[in-house]
């Protein structure tokens, strides 16, 4: 059995330490926010925090989550600045990237508040959007970057 502590909460995992983190968190627990997309950590779609860092979950070993927090895109409140200003933006066409987009651009914050075009382009990089919405996202993450903090479960 491993520990986890996900979104706030412990859970015991019975799963090999070499499954990845994803599968985890999609079929053991039941997050399915997290998106699976191509399997080989490029596409950002399976973007989760370990320990407050943006990590692609779908090639992170569950032995390395063990005793870290994971938190996942239903770990942040809906009033966290970077959904608002999702929603505000409306940055979403299909959707399907955006759990991965919103997840690296919360760590992005958290570490640099008031980040730079290219910090901003530099941090988002490895998520794809097929959807091409990238003008939008980086609107989205000066309008967070602005917004009144708070937010986190």
């Given at each position: 059995m491993i520990t986890l502590t996900v979104n706030g909460k412990k859970y015991q995992v019975a799963a090999p330490p070499d499954t990845p983190l994803l599968w985890v968190l999609r079929e053991e627990l039941k997050l399915t926010g997290t998106k699976f997309g191509c399997g080989e950590g490029l596409c950002g779609?399976?973007?989760?925090?370990?320990d407050g860092v943006a990590t692609r979950s779908c090639?992170?070993?569950?032995?390395?989550?063990?005793?870290?927090?994971?938190?996942?895109?239903?770990?942040?409140?809906?009033?966290?600045?970077?959904?608002?200003?999702?929603?505000?933006?409306?940055?979403?066409?299909?959707?399907?990237?955006?759990?991965?987009?919103?997840?690296s651009a919360a760590a992005l914050l958290k570490s640099k508040p008031k980040p730079s075009e290219a910090e901003i382009d530099g941090a988002m990089s490895g998520n794809l959007c097929r959807c091409?919405?990238?003008?939008?996202?980086?609107?989205?993450?000066?309008?967070?970057?602005?917004?009144?903090?708070?937010?986190?479960?």
């Open positions: 779609a399976c973007t989760v925090h370990l090639i992170t070993p569950l032995a390395e989550a063990a005793g870290k927090k994971v938190v996942t895109i239903e770990g942040l409140a809906v009033s966290h600045p970077v959904k608002q200003a999702w929603l505000t933006e409306e940055v979403s066409q299909c959707g399907y990237c955006q759990p991965g987009q919103i997840m091409g919405t990238y003008q939008r996202v980086r609107k989205a993450v000066h309008r967070a970057a602005a917004a009144p903090k708070g937010g986190s479960k």
